[in-house]
């Protein structure tokens, strides 16, 4: 397979301070990459040195193989589309659409087909006419895509573009940017803090923190198989306690005691190899309320503060003996009508589900 972006060794600094450090990465030709990552990783930076806007310190960016080293925005074969969007209020939405092409010199008759085609690409067949402001949030975002997309570039650069719309919008949004990468063809990098985003629409995601990746994977093994702490606590929700290591056994887990006296068998990351301090995280989908099959779990009992209900989502807020706030996630397939807040429950979990990492100072 082909890669239409391929990253090496970029560093971007601002005098004394690095934005972008040391990052290597390749993009599948047809794929949809997402980089993600929170506020001040590093990430819009990275995304604007692909795009031109920004010159690396050091490192190479090549698009289907070509160094893209001095390349001005406008001669480099990727298209942004922005957070804001930036519609032009004062054209309709064929203009908006074709306005590159017209920068371009494309001929009349050409521009027209290519508008009409790319919108009934994006599923907004008949919307040339339409003004902006008649449009609603999700056609005004796929009016943006096809802007860039009637230019046909080779990669697509997208810079957080679901974050000024409401939830529920953002929520149809996912399935509509996915569905719409996969029709298209085109090659899509997705920047994003939004964890839920990257994990719904990627067929890889990197997680970028303090300038650099932890870790690159498709959205499974991020969420199954972490690579750092960082990346276990930061992709989906995650339970944390610190403990120490008091027996290894030969299947790869240990057994830890916690600092409030727990003993918990787990699987154990590489970097636990030869430490005694250990950070284990657990997700809250993993703890199993009142299970009736007890053979080979952790188990200990927890005390519900709130229901924190919400549909499918729902979770119960416990508290240890000691004191240490533990979410638990409320299963579908069981009704627990009966648990109330004050209430005392047991909760188990299998050593698979947890993972420990060296812990972290």
Not at 278 to 290: H, K, N, S, Y
């Given at each position: 397979?082909?890669?239409?972006?391929?990253?090496?060794?970029?560093?971007?600094?601002?005098?004394?301070?690095?934005?972008?450090?040391?990052?290597?990465?390749?993009?599948?030709?047809?794929?949809?990459?997402?980089?993600?990552?929170?506020?001040?990783?590093?990430?819009?930076?990275?995304?604007?040195?692909?795009?031109?806007?920004?010159?690396?310190?050091?490192?190479?960016?090549?698009?289907?193989?070509?160094?893209?080293?001095?390349?001005p925005p406008n001669r480099r074969p990727v298209n942004l589309v922005f957070q804001h969007l930036a519609l032009f209020p004062m054209m309709d939405v064929a203009e908006n659409v074709a306005f590159g092409l017209k920068r371009r010199g494309t001929a009349s008759a050409e521009v027209r087909r290519r508008t009409e085609a790319i919108l009934e690409r994006v599923g907004l067949p008949g919307f040339g006419p339409k003004r902006v402001d008649q449009l609603s949030g999700g056609q005004k975002q796929r009016v943006a895509i096809a802007r860039c997309l009637?230019?046909?570039?080779?990669?697509?650069?997208?810079?957080?573009?679901?974050?000024?719309?409401?939830?529920?919008?953002?929520?149809?949004?996912?399935?509509?940017?996915?569905?719409?990468?996969?029709?298209?063809?085109?090659?899509?990098?997705?920047?994003?803090?939004?964890?839920?985003?990257?994990?719904?629409?990627?067929?890889?995601?990197?997680?970028?923190?303090?300038?650099?990746?932890?870790?690159?994977?498709?959205?499974?093994?991020?969420?199954?198989?972490?690579?750092?702490?960082?990346?276990?606590?930061?992709?989906?929700?995650?339970?944390?306690?610190?403990?120490?290591?008091?027996?290894?056994?030969?299947?790869?887990?240990?057994?830890?005691?916690?600092?409030?006296?727990?003993?918990?068998?787990?699987?154990?990351?590489?970097?636990?190899?030869?430490?005694?301090?250990?950070?284990?995280?657990?997700?809250?989908?993993?703890?199993?309320?009142?299970?009736?099959?007890?053979?080979?779990?952790?188990?200990?009992?927890?005390?519900?503060?709130?229901?924190?209900?919400?549909?499918?989502?729902?979770?119960?807020?416990?508290?240890?003996?000691?004191?240490?706030?533990?979410?638990?996630?409320?299963?579908?397939?069981?009704?627990?009508?009966?648990?109330?807040?004050?209430?005392?429950?047991?909760?188990?979990?299998?050593?698979?589900?947890?993972?420990?990492?060296?812990?972290?100072?």
């Open positions: 397979m082909t890669n239409d972006l391929s990253v090496r060794a970029l560093v971007k600094r601002f005098g004394e301070f690095t934005a972008v450090d040391d990052v290597s990465f390749d993009v599948p030709d047809g794929s949809f990459f997402s980089i993600l990552g929170p506020s001040g990783c590093g990430k819009t930076t990275l995304l604007r040195m692909i795009a031109g806007f920004e010159n690396p310190t050091s490192g190479t960016i090549e698009i289907r193989g070509r160094d893209m080293l001095g390349v009637v230019l046909e570039p080779s990669v697509l650069l997208l810079d957080e573009p679901l974050g000024a719309l409401d939830l529920k919008l953002r929520e149809q949004m996912k399935v509509e940017l996915k569905k719409l990468q996969a029709k298209v063809g085109t090659t899509f990098v997705y920047i994003t803090h939004d964890q839920s985003e990257a994990l719904v629409m990627s067929d890889h995601v990197a997680v970028m923190h303090n300038g650099r990746f932890e870790q690159v994977g498709t959205p499974q093994e991020l969420y199954g198989s972490p690579e750092t702490p960082f990346v276990a606590e930061f992709v989906g929700d995650n339970n944390r306690w610190r403990g120490s290591v008091t027996r290894t056994l030969d299947n790869g887990e240990v057994l830890i005691t916690t600092d409030e006296g727990y003993a918990f068998h787990t699987r154990a990351h590489r970097s636990c190899a030869g430490s005694s301090r250990v950070d284990l995280f657990l997700r809250p989908e993993a703890m199993r309320i009142e299970p009736r099959e007890c053979t080979g779990l952790n188990l200990f009992d927890v005390t519900v503060r709130s229901i924190l209900f919400d549909g499918a989502n729902s979770r119960l807020l416990t508290v240890t003996g000691e004191d240490r706030e533990l979410i638990v996630t409320l299963p579908q397939n069981r009704r627990f009508d009966h648990i109330r807040p004050g209430d005392t429950v047991c909760v188990g979990w299998h050593p698979e589900s947890g993972i420990c990492f060296r812990a972290e100072d």
